[in-house]
Structures are given as C-alpha cells and as structure tokens.
C-alpha cells in the first residue's frame, strides 16, 4: 500500500495554507482549474455521495479543510428534510441529539477495522457535525465522535487488476486504483480503513471531516458542544464552588487546642480563603480562590509563587475540623545546581507544620502516636514502612510523586526538590511514578494488544503485563493509599508534587481523597472532586488531549492519557469494593468517553482561567447535567449507605483497606476491551439470563409496564414483546448482550457501555438473593409481627372508645365532650386504615 499526501492525489485536497507550498507554472494551474470544476460538477450531481448544505460557505457544497472555519455554522434542526434515506436514523440508533444534523452519507463503501481481520462490503456511513457512523449490512454499527479522531489520511492502493496488467501488455486496461481514508481515534488508537465507491467521494469525505474534526485551537467554538447547547435546554446543576466546598470540609470551624490550665481552649481555625489570585494575577492555573495558613499574608504568597515551578505554590486541597491531617499540593521548587533558597517557601512550609504542633495531645496530636509493627505491615505489605511512619518526626510529609533519578536531573533545568537542609520539619519521599510520554506510550502498547485480532489469546495477559499499564495504576493507587494513610493516622499535613503539579499531583491527590472522604464516593462528590483536583487545578486537558487540534497545530509529545489513568484506577477500588461506592463502573466508562468526544464542554481548555474567558459554563453542554439526568442508570443499587437507609455520614470516614488486597487483584478494565475483535466483555451464565433485579422505583420512573407483584429478581419469560423491542433499540436484546426496563428515552451511549457492569451487578444480585433470602424472611416475619401488634393495637383503642362515647351518651354527658371523644375514634379509624394499607404495602 502507498501512503500518498492529499495534493498527491487530488487538488480539490489543497487548503490555503498548502498553497504557499505548492507554487504551479499558469498551464499547470488552469489545468488543475479545469480538473476542480470537472471535480465539483461531479459532487454535484450525482454518484453515491450525498452532502447536506453546508451553511459555512452559504451554499451546498462542502466544508472547507481549513484549520478555523471563518464563520459559525448555522445548522438546521435536528431532524433534517433533505434527500437522502429514510432510515438514516438508524445509522445512529434514532438517537439525534438537540443541534444536530446529517452533513454527507455514502452508499456502498468498503470498510475495515484494526480490531478485525474481515472487510466489510456495502456499508453505509453517515457524517454529522458530532459523529461519523457506519452500518455494515450485518447492522453492525459503529459511531465515532468526531472529537476522538486523532489523524485522517489518505491512501491510494492499487487494484488487484492494476497490479496485474503490468505483467500485461501496455495497451491493456486496468480498473483505477482505490482511494481510502485511514481515521485512528485518540483513546483508545482504533484504526479503520474507509474505501468509499469513488475517488471524489473519498477526498470530498477527507476535506469535510479536516473542517470539523480539526477547527483548530483557536475555532474551538465550532466543537459541536457550543452548537447543542442552543438547542439542549437540560437544567445546569449549580456551578462547583470553592469557599462551599472547604466549608464542608470545616476547615474553617473552631479548633480546640491542648491548655496546661482549663485542658482545652477554643482557636480560630488555622487556615483562611485567599483571594490574591482573583485575576488569575499570581498563578494562572489556579483557582481564584485558594486555602492557605492563616499566618501567611498574601504578600509573602506571591513571593513563594516566584518561588515555584508555573507559580503553583503549596495550597490546600483537603483537609477537616478535628485535626490537622490535610492534603497540600503545589510543583517543584527551583532550588538549581546552585541549592537556591527562599524564606518565604520556607516559612510556609514550617506554618503548615505548626498546626500539628498546636492541635491536641495524644490520638489526635502532634504526628506522635505509634503503631505496631505487625499492623503496619499488614496495611501496607512494607516493612519498611514502620521506619516511614512510627520513626520520622516530621511535621510535614513530602511526596515527591517522580523517579529520584528525574527529581535530581531537573535541577539542572534550576528546578528540583525540597532540600533537607531548608525545611528541617519536613521529610520527602519518591515514589517513582512516570511522567507523560511512559504513560502514553504504556497505553499504546496495551491497546495494540486488546484491538489486535490475531494475538494468542494464552499470551494475551503477558502482552497485557508487557504494556506496564497496569503497573502504572498499582503505582499511583499505592502512593494515594500512603497519602491518605498518613493523613489519617499520623494526623500530619501531606505536601504532594511532581514537576509541574499538574498531572500525577492530580491523580494521586484526587484519589487520595478517595480514601479519606465519602463525599466523594457518592455521585455528586465525585462530581466536585473533579472540577476541584482537576479542572480547578489546572490539568491541562487541551494539552493532553488536543481538542480540535490538526496534526500540524497540535504538540503530540504533550498528549498523555492522565486522566483516563485516573479514572481507571477508581474503577479497580469500585469494582473489588462495588458497596463503598454509589455510582457504578458505568458512570466511570461514560465519563471516559467523553475525555475526547467534544459532545461536552466540560474538559475544554488547560485551565480555569480560560474556561471562564470562554464563558465555558453558559456556551456549552455540560457532562455533569448529563450524566444527573441519567442518574438512575449510573448509581449502584448495592451502595452500602443507601441498602442500610443510611446516609453517608453515618459510616465510617476512612475507606483504607489493606494495600496489598489492591494491588494484588488490580486487573485489565473492561473500558479497553470494549472494541476488542474477540470476545473479552463478562458472560453472563445461562441461569442468570432469566433473572434481573428490578425495583420498584425504576419501573416507576423509567415506566416499564410491568405489574409484578415481587420486588427482586424477576423472570425475563414473563415480559411483553413491547419490552423486548424497545431494549433491542437501546443496544440490548441480540447486539447488546444486556436487558431491562423500557430504555427508548435513555440516551444509548450508557447501554453501549454496560456490558461488563450489568454482569458484575448481575452476579451481586444472585448473590444477594440467595445468600439474604433467610434474613429476608427473618425481617419479612419481624415486621408482618410488628404490623399485626399496631392492628391490634389501633383496633382495641378504637373499640374501647366507641364503647366509652356509647356509655357518655347513655349517662347525658355534655354534647361537646361527646363530639371530641368522636374525633377521637375517627382519629383512630384513620390510623387504622393507614396501618392496614402499610401492611398490604410491605407485604407486597
């Protein structure tokens, strides 16, 4: 196969900026003129190439291949009248969103995935401003958003008769060559090879998905996002803010503190909310609020920003009431070969350390408790881990998140790491994670692996180990335990940094929090421990993931799949501990999709400062209002809290198992399998697919149509055929390998990801049912008891005082005792009726 440039194969591939380039003597020009109008009269009329208006040119036509387009586009709504088949909806499962609309189609073209060795013949494909999408004739679909492309090339492979006329004679004919386009997406680097019927549908394909697909960094407003919020009018949740999230931390609340006379004595809080980063003056990729010690003025905090790499200083990111364990962060100070200094850097750091010096004695004190060396070993699977935490007085503990070798190789950029001799009240620690381009290149090895189609399946799992993706997620899954370990049993602050402060200070902060705090086990926290680590904090998700960016504007030495490391190794604690969390591994896989996809606003640009220029909020469609409206799908009916009728305060704070039970079951998530060529996803056993879990609520609200009279498991032989199309339309029956509840209002996006969800959840449910059903009917007994003693009960109270007006009325007592004595007995008849439908309602 010869790779060829587009102005190889066709002018009509030209853009502007390839002009200066390609400088043509005048015959040549008018001869590639003469081609262009030949070219654009054969779009025109005919072939099987369809083009939806294109309102950035104000005509029919296509989308120019420029990086920005020069205006915005103007799209009609959203299901469009134009000429073409009338079951294209199908392409996408009948699931248009708000805004948006059909721009080409293509009939009869050829199609092959690198996650498979068959090539599919007469597939439909269909382009919108959001998606390209494919139909094979076997209706297998697939869908791409246009965000996820990472490349689009084009490719000439000569004809089997082409090749073969050449041992020919010259005079011969040959059929012409083929002209393909190869697309390669982002995440998960799948490859599809696209042969469309002719030349000119081929590169007029290639110039419409260069004009949407890549705007440009500076034409980000022409991201399907800024188009479907003028049309999506879903409610917004309340923006993330910073002072009410601290204040549910109370970090600002009364600290009681150690006194020789009354034992304890009432002090304001240690720490205060800052402003001096309002206008984004002091750090451009913080926040404009920031937590910092009480005891340090602003002034002295622009001078430690000098101090640190990007301007990143330490600032609090967690902390709590009781005690002064918290979590800081910041980037590497810029100590150089020469071993700098700067005592305002080292003021800070001794302040935050005077808070454990100041709280109380003891459990709660100063970083002073001691424990077993057995204990500590079976936590962390360490031994040396005593030494860390029972023999190092340090009031503050520093991780350095990278490699030693990397920390001291940056001083000689005049970067580096904390100094003993500097800050005598800190001890630091490496724990080795890798930077970007090891975490980008690890993924890339594991996806070759999963979306391979000829692997040995019996050395898949090496492949899988050779890859070191998941040593990388066992690595900063223990860096986080040790965090939240330190903070919640040493009580001592943990100052946490890489180089910039950006990238693993995020993943390893934001998990640590994980740990420590059920808030953000739960569906909205999590939510908030988002927008506060990572985009509040400045991960820089445009440079990492080049939204809209073209290969020749783009830095594809700075895209790394941070965040989606992240997210995976959530996903191992909610899988090996499905109780703790609310939210399943559903709503995990849908907010990884959408890192790349641009259908949402939400990870758009590096930083907050920008977000807010871009008016982010009010301009585009927002992930979180998205998966609120389709919560009910996305939360885990196991979450321990919510089974007990609990709320989350209720348990425990801590959520610290044992490290090695982790690490040690840390496995490949099913995210990257979901476009595997052979069958990777969980099977659910044959006995199990005549069962599901049911609730009454979800039949209520998601209108099933089902009048069972048992909650639990509930048999899939007595549904109605209604039931079995509608699942078939939201990915389910044959193609979707799951079942359920009327899904028609449900956007599929949820159920094309929930394979491997619904078989863990499926087991759960078996399990709960067999291994509770004796409890069950312990507390199905106790309670029919108890309901029967309130009858009892409400009926001997409304006798008696039937009988008791009877004898009043009998002795000519007074009219007015009598009447309330009435409303006595009738208060008692409706107690009874309320007890007696409760009755028949829990018995049910």
């Not at 010096?357 to 002073?368: E, L, N, S």
């Not at 965090?483 to 990238?503: I, N, Q, R, T, Y």
């Not at 990572?534 to 960016?549: D, I, N, T, V, Y």
Request: proline share 6%; charged share 25%; aromatic share 8%.
């Amino acid at each position: 196969m010869q790779a060829l440039s587009v102005d190889e194969i066709d002018p009509l591939a030209f853009t502007p900026d390839d002009v200066d380039q390609h400088v043509d003597s005048p015959p040549k020009q008018k001869e590639k003129q003469s081609q262009k109008e030949k070219q654009s009269h054969k779009l025109n009329n005919g072939g099987g190439l369809n083009f939806m208006p294109d309102t950035r040119r104000g005509s029919a036509g296509l989308a120019p291949a420029t990086a920005a387009p020069p205006s915005k586009p103007h799209h009609s709504p959203s299901k469009p009248n134009t000429a073409g088949p009338a079951d294209w909806d199908a392409v996408v499962q009948n699931q248009f969103l708000p805004g948006e609309t059909v721009l080409m189609h293509l009939q009869s073209c050829k199609m092959a995935m690198s996650s498979s060795p068959y090539i599919s013949q007469n597939c439909r494909v269909l382009m919108t401003q959001y998606r390209l999408a494919f139909e094979a004739p076997d209706e297998k679909r697939i869908q791409i958003p246009l965000g996820d492309i990472f490349t689009v090339n084009s490719e000439i492979t000569p004809s089997s008769s082409s090749s073969s006329s050449s041992s020919s004679s010259s005079s011969s004919s040959s059929s012409p060559p083929q002209h393909s386009l190869i697309i390669i997406c982002k995440g998960t680097n799948l490859r599809l090879h696209l042969v469309p019927s002719t030349q000119a549908e081929a590169m007029s394909a290639f110039q419409l998905l260069q004009g949407y697909a890549f705007p440009g960094r500076q034409g980000l407003e022409f991201l399907f996002t800024f188009e479907g919020k003028k049309t999506d009018q879903t409610p917004s949740l309340p923006p993330y803010s910073a002072s009410v999230e601290f204040n549910r931390q109370k970090i600002f609340s009364v600290r009681k503190h150690a006194c020789p006379v009354s034992g304890f004595k009432a002090v304001p809080s240690p720490y205060r909310i800052s402003e001096v980063n309002k206008d984004y003056g002091v750090c451009g990729s913080y926040p404009r609020e920031i937590v910092v010690p009480r005891n340090v003025s602003d002034e002295e905090i622009k001078q430690v920003a000098n101090f640190r790499s990007e301007g990143r200083l330490p600032i609090m990111t967690w902390g709590n009431g009781t005690d002064s364990g918290s979590i800081w962060r910041c980037s590497q100070p810029k100590v150089g070969l020469q071993g700098n200094q700067n005592a305002y850097d080292e003021k800070l750091l001794k302040v935050i350390g005077d808070a454990v010096r100041h709280d109380t004695a003891g459990t709660i004190g100063a970083g002073g408790r001691i424990f077993p060396p057995d204990y500590l070993y079976g936590m962390s699977g360490d031994h040396n881990l005593k030494d860390i935490i029972n023999h190092c007085p340090a009031s503050v503990r520093i991780f350095d998140l990278r490699p030693k070798t990397s920390a001291v190789a940056n001083r000689a950029t005049g970067h580096g790491y904390e100094l003993q001799a500097s800050y005598p009240n800190t001890s630091l620690a490496f724990y080795s994670i890798q930077n970007i381009h090891a975490m980008r290149d690890s993924l890339n090895k594991l996806m070759t692996a999963c979306l391979s189609p000829t692997i040995n399946d019996m050395t898949f799992g090496k492949a899988v180990e050779d890859s070191h993706w998941l040593t990388h997620v066992k690595g900063v899954i223990a860096a986080s335990w040790e965090v939240a370990f330190v903070v919640s049993h040493k009580k001592v602050p943990a100052l946490v940094h890489c180089s910039h402060g950006w990238d693993r200070t995020s993943q390893v902060c934001a998990l640590a929090q994980v740990f420590l705090d059920p808030f953000y086990r739960t569906f909205d926290g999590f939510k908030v421990l988002v927008e506060k680590d990572w985009l509040s904090f400045g991960h820089p998700f445009q440079l990492r993931c080049a939204h809209g960016e073209g290969k020749h504007e783009r830095n594809d030495e700075q895209m790394s799949p941070i965040f989606l490391q992240f997210l995976d190794s959530v996903w191992q604690l909610v899988n090996l501990f499905p109780s703790t969390f609310e939210f399943n591994s559903r709503y995990l896989m849908l907010i990884a999709k959408h890192i790349y996809s641009c259908r949402f606003g939400t990870f758009l640009y590096n930083t907050d400062k920008e977000r807010v220029g871009g008016d982010i909020s009010d301009r585009t469609l927002s992930l979180w209002d998205f998966l609120a409206k389709n919560r009910l799908h996305l939360t885990n009916p196991f979450y321990k809290p919510k089974w007990l009728g609990l709320s989350f305060s209720s348990e425990d704070q801590l959520f610290l198992p044992p490290l090695p039970t982790i690490l040690r079951r840390v496995s490949l998530w099913d995210f990257f399998l979901k476009d595997s060529p052979k069958e990777s996803m969980g099977v659910l056993p044959e006995f199990l697919k005549n069962f599901k879990f049911v609730s009454s609520e979800i039949e209520q609200k998601l209108g099933g149509g089902r009048d069972s009279e048992e909650s639990g498991l509930t048999s899939l032989g007595e549904e109605e055929e209604d039931d079995e199309e509608d699942d078939s339309l939201a990915g389910g029956g044959k193609n979707g390998g799951s079942v359920g509840p009327d899904r028609t209002d449900v956007d599929p996006e949820i159920f094309s990801l929930q394979r491997g969800a619904d078989v863990m959840e499926a087991w759960m449910h078996a399990s709960w049912s067999t291994i509770h059903e004796q409890e069950k009917a312990l507390m199905k007994a106790r309670l029919q008891k108890t309901l029967a003693r309130e009858l009892s009960v409400s009926q001997r109270k409304m006798k008696s005082a039937e009988a008791f007006v009877e004898d009043l009325k009998a002795g000519g007592e007074e009219e007015d005792e009598i009447q309330t004595l009435k409303k006595r007995v009738e208060e008692l008849e409706l107690q009874l009726v309320a007890a007696t439908a409760k009755a028949k309602e829990d018995e049910s």
